[in-house]
Each structure stands twice: as C-alpha cells, then as structure tokens.
C-alpha cells in the first residue's frame, strides 16, 4: 500500500512529529490501564498472598465472620457475572445490530431519526434509573411467574436495555461506512434489500459490528449499580434463569465501604479478576474481528 | 476582603489541597475559610449534611462542611489516617477501635416489615429466627397465607445485619436469604413490591415511608411497637446509635461542629429524617 | 447528514423479503416500546415535581424539597472537564492508531488492546481509583476536577474505539488521492479523514456524554456527596446521578424528586445530544465535505 510504504511521499518533518505526537496520546491513553492493574494489585495482594486458591474454593461467601471463620469463597459470584453478562451480550448483540439495519435500511427517514433519538436517549439513562425501574416494575412482574422476581432474567434484560444503545450506535456507524458504491454495485446487480445487507453490508461492516459487541460486552461486565438493585445479590450458583445472583461488580458495590482489611482486599481481588476476565474477552474478540 | 478577592484566595487554598488545616482557635485568621472533612456512613450522611449546612450559615462563610459517604469502614479509616476530621460510623463501635474517640449523634431502631397485605401481624423470637435461617419455609406455618417466605437479608458487613443478628442469637451464615440487599430504602422497595417479602430496615426509615403511604407494615418485637417513639424512649429492644468518631480530642471547628450537632437545636433536623435525636 | 447520503435499498424481492421486513419492524417496535415504557414510568413519576424552581433552587430537606441548581452547576462541570481531557486525547490517540501507525502492526494491536480492556473496568474500580491516584496521590481531594478526570478515563475507550473505527471505514481511495496529490498525512487527515467520519466521531461523542451523566459509583468516590454549590472545580460536588441514587435509595421520601431529577437528566442529554448535532451539521456544510 501506497500509504504506508512510502513515507517519502509526504514533508517527512510534519507528519512524523505528528505522528510520534498522536502515538504518544495513543501510549497515554493505554497506560491507564497498566496504572489500574497495578492499583488493582496492590489493594489485592493481602488477600491474594493469604488467601490464595481458597478465594475460588472456600465453601460460601462470608468474609466478615469472626476471627478465623471467614470464608472467602469467590465462585459463585463469578459465574454470576459470567452469566449476567454473556446472557446481556447474546441478547443485545442480535437486537443491537437488527435495529441498527432497521434504522439504516428498512425505516423511512423519520422513523429512523426519532429511533435513533430514543435509542440515543437511552444510553444517557443512569444505571440508577434502570435500576429503580427494574426494581420497582420489572422484577415484580418477574415474581409473578417465579418469586423472587430479583433474578438473573431480570440482570440479563436490564443489562442488555443498557448496553443495547451502544451496540446499536456503533453498528449504525459501521453500516453508514461501508462504501455506497459497493452497495449502489450490488443493486444494480439486482440483488433484494436482504440480500444486499446480508452479502454487502454486514461483511463490510464487520469490525464496526465487532467494535460495538465488544464495547457493549465490556461495558455489561463492567455494570454495577443496575444489577445491584434488581439481580437479588445472593451468593449462589444460579440453577435457573428465576434464581437471583451476585455479580462481582455488585459484590464490591454492596460491601466495599463496610469491609476491613482481608475482607476490602479480598473485593479488589475480585476487581483484578474482572479485569483479567475482561483481556480474554478482549483476545477473544481480537481474533473474531480479525480484517480478513 | 471584597468578595471576589475573598473568593480567589479560596480557590488557591483549595487548589493546595490544603483545605484540611484547621486553626486551632476559630478566632484565629477570621478572614480565610477552613473546611471540615466528614467521611463514612451513608445513613448518616443525610443527616450531615443537612447539620453541615446550619452550621455554615451560623457560621457565615468561615467554615465549609465537605460530607462524603463511603461507608462506616471508611469513616473509621478516614478518621484514624486523619484524611478526615470527623468519621460517620452507623454501628456501636468494636474493640478494636477503642483508641477513637466517639460522640453519640442519633439513635436508630431496626424493625422487621411485611408487605401492608401479609396477614401476619406479630412473630415471636422463635419465629423469626425460624423464618431467617429457613426452618420454617412457608407463611403457613406462622398463622399466613399459604405461599412460601421471600428472605429479604442485608450485605456482610452491615451494621442493622449485626443488630439483627446478635438480637435474634443467630449468625450471618445460617441465614438463607433469597435476597440480599445494601441500603434500607432498597430493603423497603423490596418488600414492598413482594407480598410474600420479608425483612428488616432502619425503623426510622420504615416509619417515614409507611406514613408517605408506601404498602408495608412494621412488625413489634415482644409486643412493643416498632416506632420511632418507642425507640425514643427505650422500651424498642433492637437498636443502634449512630456516632462520630475522631482521631484525638476534638478541638477547633471539630469541636464546634460536634457539640453544634448535638445541641437540641438540631434535634429538629435529627427528627427530620427519622432518627432519635441522642441527649448530650 | 445522514438521511441526505442514506442509499435506498429496493423494496421488492420475493417472499423471503418480506418475512425479513416484518420481522425488522417487529423487533425495533419491541425494542421501541420497552424504551417508551421506560421513559413513561420515569415521565409519569417525575413530571409532577418539574417547575422551574426545581431547576433553580438548592436542595433542601436532604433534596427531598427544594431544587437541584447546584448539582446542575456540578455536573455541568464534572461534564464539560471530562470531555475537554477525553475529547482531544481521544482524537489524538484514534488518529494515531488509525492512520500514524501501521495498520495491524504491533504497536496498534496492544494499544488497542489494551484500550478495550479499560472500557471494561467497573466503574466502582474506577471510582477507588480515581480516589486512591486524584483524590489522594495528585492531592485533588474531593472534587469536580478529580470526578471529570477519572471520568474522562472512562470515557476515553469509547471515544477512541469508535472515532478510530470510524476513520478506518474511510476507503484508502481517499488516502491515496491524497497522497497522489502531495498532501501530507497530517493535512489529509485533517481536512478530508477526519469530516468523512463525522459520523462516527459524533457517535463518541454521544456514547460518551452518555456515559458521563450516566455514571454513579465513580463520582461517589471522586467528587463526591457535597450538594452546594461549587466554588470551583476543586471543589467537592454531587453529579445529577448521584444525587438520584442518593434520592431513591438512601433517603426515605426522596424517590419523586429522585424521578423529577431523572427527567431533568434526560432532557439534559436530549438537549446536548441535539446541540451536538446542529453543530457538526453546520461546520460540516461550512467546509464542503458533506455529500
């Protein structure tokens, strides 16, 4: 490619102070995260380097017991975050990326404004709101199929209602981009609308659409105060969607500013395997997203 | 000092970070404002900060109340490394954390509540302790309809979770909850939108929101009514108080707040949301 | 913008076609009418308490009465430092990404990275953070300066994921015409790149503000619980969203202002969203690089 091969195209002074200017904005920006890790690390290590493996073993969850009796066991709490947020994903995604085509697409043109509004209103909700919202009418519609209403299926609706903005936005980003004259080629191909998005568009658009499911995934893993207030907070292995659940984020949200010393360390233990959590989810998408 | 230059020097003071020095005689620098720190308990925090406020404007622009939550943890925490004048800690104090010194601001009452259409109208110790730690799994059993309990408990590390447990001699790990909860408005909204919902909150708090109308009922404990007077005048068995810690002997605007706070004349803001004003 | 450049897809197709069409409209009326509920509960609980003192006074009564004039003022602030600090590190850093290194390369890959792996810190992580490092290590305390700065950290991701996607759809063609006609990279960047993907930097934009008002458990811990009015910006300061999560669920009785404050967020973010839009559109038109 012409663009990066041939530098000597371009007043070589200009751009590479610039670049070296934009890389190093690029640099900053990523070190944040080392300076989290780090944090993250340090508050963890009393508990990592006591506590060790019985953070995942230990039978039940009750870190303020008396003296000795704590139990540390973190488990349970992770599946809950692994199914809160991987049932939000799958429910989001295919959501997210219809109605991102229906705006682009299939709605006349005001339709899709006042659409895209109200989806736009949404992402600026706070998790307060859809907490209260799924606190006060969602999981008491729940109970009435299965008490008690505070579930796992009420996290995984409103976490996917929070996270549905963002992937619908950033596929509608991606669509827009693809170029209109592949598009306008394959119409005049004769190809149907479904067609054409199906074939066109939506492989065009892949790692726009990759870009939003991850961004949309992180941010359920990463979602605290909503399901606070609507998962039911037991620590338990949910064996049913009507089960309640702790997440790992409402695990620190509940008890951070009520925990002392092993207990506080323990809960930034469970913030550093959010985050290693989150890098594999990353490494995942990294390879499914991959430009082919 | 006109205003505006009164108003810059602030900011610089601020920008220093230095807004923590306290003089140790308020008559000294009149003219400059100081700030005091208040971290900890978000039941208190309220109530601080609506006393900060009348203590300001008593006060008239010398000294700025910072109220921030955190929890009780980080109230004694704060106080202790000094990040922090004044601790809001919502439990009696343990121990281990004798070396403060405490102030009684408030008490507080934790009573049971039912949703407003549970026929149940009264338990025995027995009782609860039965429902709690799941021996007894349906409404059935204590003169209710038939349905099975919904356990509303309270996170680890809670102050009303202690009270309560220590009250009914059980311990945090032989309840079976079907849901846990943070802050006693939750617990209220919980229970009430759950017919068959059971659990406990801040009597206060419960009270308040029963009269504003929301569908729960307060549950007495041995035949005494759970009510703020109740607790008011001790015959409520299950309570806790509400303190201020400090590292050391208060002095200066530390001092001044306190005593301001506690004085009857706040009583009224105590009462305002919903505790039980202490006698100093 | 959008509608004027939008290609029309022809309607007709067989059968297949129309099951498709139904189903789309199906699933966006669904989609629509849970968001409509959503934002009924929230008008029909808060709509009671809006007037225009409700925007000018200072709360009183631990906010059950009174106004939210000065959480206003904070969140204003917390917002407008936040993407100040976001905006152009977000830019700068996307740009870097998208056109300044080699596309693939290392350096692109890890940063990238390690950017989406920030947008995946909880916020309560974010909130301890930005208390342990602005609050406490760079000795802001608790202020509206450390709660935007720690928001603009959050926001961060977002910003450049979406504006280096954006940038990246552009076609080469336009990078190599540029290039054909001697125009540096920095200059092609800025005066053709960067207007083609508008759209995307705009979706950011509104992703981010978003996520600002949005945000609870960071601000608790950064700017913290003080609902007066600010002096400056190293002065503590509740956000709207605080002061809502306080409402309802800290203070007996707050739960209908805490729905009046709600709304007042919402139209807050219909207000800037809508502004943002008007603006871009007429600096867009204003260089001639809109189709």
């Known amino acids: ?292 | 000092m006109s205003k505006r230059l009164h108003g810059i020097v602030c900011l610089i003071l601020l920008a220093a970070g230095c807004g923590r020095e306290l003089p140790s005689d308020p008559n000294i620098m009149p003219g400059l404002s100081s700030t005091l720190e208040i971290t900890g308990s978000s039941t208190i925090a309220p109530l601080a900060s609506e006393i900060g406020k009348r203590f300001e404007d008593e006060h008239r622009g010398r000294i700025r109340v910072n109220v921030q939550m955190g929890g009780s943890s980080r109230g004694i925490a704060d106080a202790r490394s000094a990040m922090a004048d004044i601790g809001m800690v919502s439990r009696d104090l343990n121990l281990d954390e004798t070396d403060l010194k405490h102030f009684e601001l408030a008490r507080d009452g934790v009573c049971i509540i039912l949703h407003a259409d549970n026929p149940v109208r009264e338990l025995s110790r027995e009782q609860v302790a039965g429902l709690f730690t799941g021996k007894i799994r349906n409404w059935n059993e204590v003169g209710g309809s038939d349905a099975d309990v919904i356990i509303v408990n309270k996170a680890e590390g809670r102050s009303t979770l202690e009270v309560f447990t220590e009250f009914f001699r059980i311990t945090p790990q032989q309840i079976v909850a079907d849901i846990v909860i943070g802050d006693n408005e939750q617990g209220v909204k919980t229970v009430s939108t759950l017919v068959h919902a059971i659990g406990y909150v801040s009597v206060g708090t419960a009270q308040y929101d029963r009269d504003a109308g929301v569908p729960i009922r307060l549950l007495g404990i041995d035949g005494v009514e759970a009510s703020v007077a109740t607790v008011a005048d001790g015959t409520f068995p299950m309570s806790r108080t509400l303190n201020w810690v400090t590292k050391d002997e208060p002095t200066g605007w530390t001092r001044l707040f306190i005593e301001f706070s506690t004085s009857p004349a706040q009583h009224d803001l105590v009462r305002e949301l919903a505790f039980v004003p202490s006698e100093s | 913008m959008k509608s004027t450049s939008r290609v029309q897809l022809p309607t007709s197709g067989g059968q297949g076609e129309l099951a498709v069409t139904v189903v789309m409209w199906l699933v966006a009326s669904l989609v629509a009418m849970i968001l409509i509920g959503i934002v009924g509960d929230l008008v029909w609980h808060g709509i009671g308490g809006l007037r225009w003192s409700f925007l000018a006074d200072s709360p009183a009564r631990a906010g059950r009465s009174g106004g939210i004039a000065p959480i206003l003022v904070s969140t204003l602030l917390i917002l407008a430092i936040a993407m100040a600090v976001a905006l152009p590190l977000g830019l700068a850093a996307a740009i870097g990404l998208s056109d300044f290194s080699r596309r693939g390369g290392a350096f692109a890959s890890i940063v990238g990275r390690t950017l989406d792996v920030l947008a995946a810190v909880p916020s309560i992580v974010f909130g301890l953070f930005g208390n342990a490092v602005f609050c406490g290590w760079m000795g802001l305390g608790y202020s509206l300066l450390a709660g935007g700065l720690t928001l603009a950290c959050m926001v961060l991701p977002i910003l450049v994921r979406t504006i280096e996607a954006s940038l990246r759809s552009v076609p080469d063609d336009y990078r190599v015409a540029a290039a054909s006609l001697g125009i540096s990279r920095t200059r092609a960047t800025w005066s053709v790149l960067l207007p083609r993907a508008s759209a995307g930097i705009v979706v950011g934009w509104v992703l981010g503000i978003g996520r600002v008002l949005a945000e609870t458990a960071a601000l608790l811990f950064t700017s913290g619980y003080v609902d007066r009015m600010p002096r400056g910006i190293t002065d503590s300061g509740r956000s709207l969203s605080v002061h809502i999560y306080d409402l309802s669920m800290n203070i007996p009785g707050g739960t209908a202002n805490a729905y009046t404050a709600s709304l007042v967020l919402v139209g807050m973010l219909l207000l800037i969203n809508g502004m943002t839009r008007v603006t871009v559109h007429v600096c867009l038109r204003g260089s001639g690089a809109s189709e």
């Open chain 1, 1 to 292: 490619m012409i663009w990066f091969g041939s530098w000597h195209l371009f007043r070589p002074n200009l751009d590479a102070q610039v670049g070296s200017g934009l890389r190093l904005a690029a640099i900053a920006a990523s070190s944040l995260v080392l300076l989290i890790v780090s944090f993250l690390a340090h508050e963890s290590w009393p508990a990592i380097s006591s506590l060790g493996s019985r953070m995942v073993t230990d039978a039940s969850w009750h870190p303020s017991a008396k003296a000795s009796e704590g139990t540390f066991g973190m488990w349970p709490i992770v599946v809950g975050t692994l199914v809160v947020t991987g049932g939000a994903v799958m429910l989001a995604s295919p959501l997210g990326v219809v109605s991102a085509v229906f705006a682009e697409f299939y709605a006349p043109p005001h339709v899709a404004v006042m659409f895209r509004g109200l989806i736009e209103l949404l992402a600026g909700i706070p998790s307060v709101v859809f907490g209260l919202w799924g606190l006060m009418v969602l999981a008491p519609l729940i109970a009435r199929v299965s008490p008690p209403g505070q579930s796992l299926l009420a996290g995984v609706v409103i976490v996917t209602l929070m996270i549905l903005p963002t992937v619908m936005l950033v596929t509608g980003s991606a669509l827009e981009s693809v170029p209109r004259e592949r598009v306008r080629g394959a119409v005049a191909l004769g190809m149907g609308r479904f067609a054409v998005i199906r074939h066109v568009v939506i492989p065009g658009a892949r790692a726009g659409i990759v870009t939003g499911m991850l961004l949309g995934a992180t941010r359920a893993m990463g979602e605290t105060m909503a399901v606070l207030m609507v998962c039911g907070n037991v620590v338990k292995i949910p064996r049913g969607v009507f089960d309640p659940v702790r997440t790992l984020t409402a695990n620190m949200a509940l008890e951070m500013g009520y925990a002392l010393d092993l207990h506080r360390s323990a809960l930034y233990t469970s913030g550093l395997a959010l985050l290693v959590t989150s890098m594999g989810l990353v490494a995942c998408a990294q390879w499914l997203g991959r430009e082919s």
